[in-house]
């Protein structure tokens, strides 16, 4: 037999034991149903008849109890109605098969005889009045009454026994020949399942041998065992596939050859494509937009912090990965406005997985596009460009303290050019004042004088103009004074007779800062200085003057122009300087307080317009090599607290003395 015929002869064989089996299920199951009908219509009709009798005749014997008790010979010719339906029940009981007419006819007998007794003797009870005077011929038929009624129940009893009998019989015989059927079907299921495996035991052999050869051989060929020899040969089926298996042994050997040519080509590529992203510290991405999937080289994820296995495979993830990215600039990636595919690219500062921010720059391409113009799949790269922004950004520091110090330079001109024309009519004014004080003494001293016999009229006149000298040179002298105090605060304040780099006291510092700025116009403000002994630091003093400018401004602002301004000045140790400016002023919302010193930050109406003052003071203490921090309450005020360390190492060149 041929390997398909033997494949085809089990499930024949197969189908012709379930056709058996079924066959004689179904035989026992119809013989079965038919003995359940039979039960239900012969049987348990004859029962049932039984039980409605013996409950008709209790319905009689209790209506005519009752009559007899209440004296109502209505309700004896209602107990008519059932003796009435006990006929028609016992007429019905004659059409049953299994109800025998013996019992029947002897029930009727005995029915008719009680149910004419107990109705006759039943309305003579009623009628009697007195029970003394009833007569012995009345309670002999009263007795009688009561004898038929139990010939009755014994009838019926017998009947309930009869019927009961037979269902048992029945029953009993049902019981054998159900049980006879299932022990014939179960040998002959049995008979042909022994059959069947019998035969199927000899295919399976003859099946399993020789392709448990040929899973031997595949077995081999799958790991790369391409000598394996496949040594079944025959002229069925399974011979056919043992010569498709060698032909397929020689095509893989070829084709495996070819693969690790193409394999070492690929390799030498992709080494050449990773050498050259890792040069340019690239990483590649690529995503098809229908469904979101995404690929991503290691790279990518490494510039964002995230480990290889943490990659992003949907754009979902990687819309979570890139949160910091302005939405606007990620719309421009998918280049709508460039149909012919232009690249479009992006620069963005992203949040890294530690809480670090890095600075990338993404570049992307549509390569694939839907016929409407969507696209439809996108290629890029992303570079960490850090590095670059640190540089730039230090550059662009070093160009903005260039100008401030050129800023500073001119102010210092320009106070010196004052100061320079100033000094000169300062100096005129200082010596005619000095001269008119000490015309005006000599002229009292001689008006004092014993030789002096002055005009009794004109000593009003002249004390008067006494007084007026006096009083003119001494208003003089006083806005002398405060010029040439003014004219010395400017010169400390653009440190003109100082190098850039040097030591400076940070309260001196402060104090003239506040003096510049004319705390007289704030006539509302009230300024507390609580300056305690700190050391000296190595500095730019403009620098610091501007930082504190910066800050005091910010303070008189929030405050607008009333309250209280504290300014503090200590030390902790040796190494560090703090100075605190605190308002009694409205206070920085919990929303604007995180980048607050970042740049283009504006709070509208709310604390302060922060503009670039507050991003100017941070960057002057960072390059101190310090750190500021804000505390601030909404209505209660806020406090700027800079630190500054007494000699930066961003400050000192490498032999330690201080840069120039």
């Known amino acids: 037999m041929r390997f398909t015929h033997r494949i085809m002869a089990l499930p024949i064989l197969t189908a012709a034991v379930f056709l058996v089996v079924f066959v004689g299920a179904f035989a026992n199951l119809r013989e079965g149903t038919r003995l359940l009908q039979r039960l239900q219509a012969e049987y348990l009709a004859a029962v049932n008849l039984s039980n409605d009798l013996q409950i008709e005749a209790m319905q009689i014997r209790h209506g005519l109890d009752t009559a007899i008790s209440l004296g109502d010979a209505d309700l004896v010719r209602e107990t008519e109605a059932m003796a009435a339906r006990f006929r028609e029940l016992l007429e019905a009981g004659r059409h049953i098969s299994t109800v025998e007419t013996e019992p029947l006819r002897n029930l009727n007998v005995a ?7 107990a109705r006759r003797v039943s309305l003579q009870l009623i009628a009697q009045v007195d029970i003394a005077d009833t007569d012995t011929r009345l309670l002999d038929d009263a007795t009688a009454m009561n004898e038929a009624y139990d010939e009755l129940r014994g009838q019926l009893d017998q009947l309930t026994s009869h019927q009961s009998r037979n269902m048992q019989s029945v029953l009993s015989d049902t019981r054998e020949n159900l049980l006879r059927r299932v022990r014939h079907l179960t040998l002959l299921a049995l008979g042909a399942v022994i059959v069947l495996v019998v035969i199927a035991t000899g ?14 051989a595949a077995s081999a060929i799958a790991q790369g065992d391409l000598e394996q020899n ?24 070829a084709d495996i050859a070819r693969r690790e040519e193409i394999g070492n080509a690929l390799r030498e590529s992709e080494e050449r494509l990773a050498l050259a992203l890792d040069a340019a510290n690239d990483g590649i991405w690529d995503v098809r937009l229908p469904g979101g999937a ?8 490494a510039i964002l912090g995230y480990a290889p296995d943490e990659k992003p495979v949907n754009v979902a993830e990687v819309n979570a990965m890139m949160r910091g990215v302005d939405p606007e600039q990620m719309r ?20 890294r997985k530690d809480g670090t921010y890095a600075w990338v720059a993404i570049k992307g391409r549509t390569v694939e596009r839907h016929p409407d113009g969507r696209p439809l799949r996108m290629v890029g790269t992303i570079s960490d460009i850090s590095d670059r922004k640190v540089a730039e ?6 160009h903005d303290r260039v100008i401030q110090s050129e800023k500073l330079a001119s102010l210092g001109r320009m106070v010196a050019g004052l100061a320079h024309e100033l000094n000169s009519p300062l100096g005129a004014l200082v010596s005619s004042s000095d001269l008119t004080e000490r015309s005006a003494a000599i002229l009292r001293e001689r008006m004092a004088g014993e030789d002096c016999n002055p005009d009794p009229e004109a000593d009003p006149r002249l004390q008067r103009a006494l007084a007026a000298i006096e009083s003119g040179a001494g208003g003089v002298a ?17 440190a003109l007779d100082r190098a850039d780099l040097q030591e400076a006291d940070v309260a001196e510092l402060i104090d003239t800062t506040v003096g510049v700025m004319w705390e007289g116009q704030w006539d509302e403000v009230t300024v507390v200085r609580e300056f305690s002994e700190s050391p000296r630091i190595l500095c730019y003093p403009g620098q610091l003057n501007q930082l504190f400018m910066a800050l005091v401004h910010n303070a008189v602002e929030a ?15 040796l190494e560090r300087v703090h100075v605190a400016v605190a308002d009694t002023g409205r206070g920085i919302p919990v929303s604007q307080r995180e980048g607050l010193f970042e740049p283009g930050l504006r709070s509208g109406s709310e604390r302060v317009h922060l503009g670039w003052g507050l991003v100017t003071a941070s960057r002057i203490v960072e390059d101190h090599g310090g750190e500021i921090r804000v505390e601030s309450e909404e209505g209660q005020g806020t406090v700027f607290t800079a630190t500054l360390p007494v000699r930066p190492r961003s400050l000192l060149s490498p032999d330690g003395s201080g840069a120039a």
Do not use: C, N
């Open 393 to 398: 950004d230090e550059l662009r520091r070093a």
């Open 332 to 351: 421009q990636l998918f280049a709508d406005a460039h149909p012919e595919g232009r690249e479009a690219s992006v620069e963005a500062r992203l949040r």
């Open 294 to 301: 995404f690929y991503s080289s290691d790279r990518f994820a």
């Open 559 to 573: 405050m607008e122009a009333r309250g209280t301004l504290t300014l503090r000045v200590w030390s902790d140790t």
């Open 203 to 216: 295919a399976i052999v003859s099946i399993v041998q020789p392709v448990r050869k040929l899973r031997v």
């Open 230 to 253: 496949i040594d079944y040969r025959s002229d069925d089926d399974l011979g056919q596939l043992a010569d498709s298996f060698r032909d397929m042994q020689s095509a893989l050997e």
């Open 111 to 117: 029915f008719e005889r009680y149910d004419a007794l």
């Open 478 to 494: 006083s806005a002398a004074g405060r010029l040439e105090e003014l004219l010395g605060g400017l010169k400390r304040f653009t």
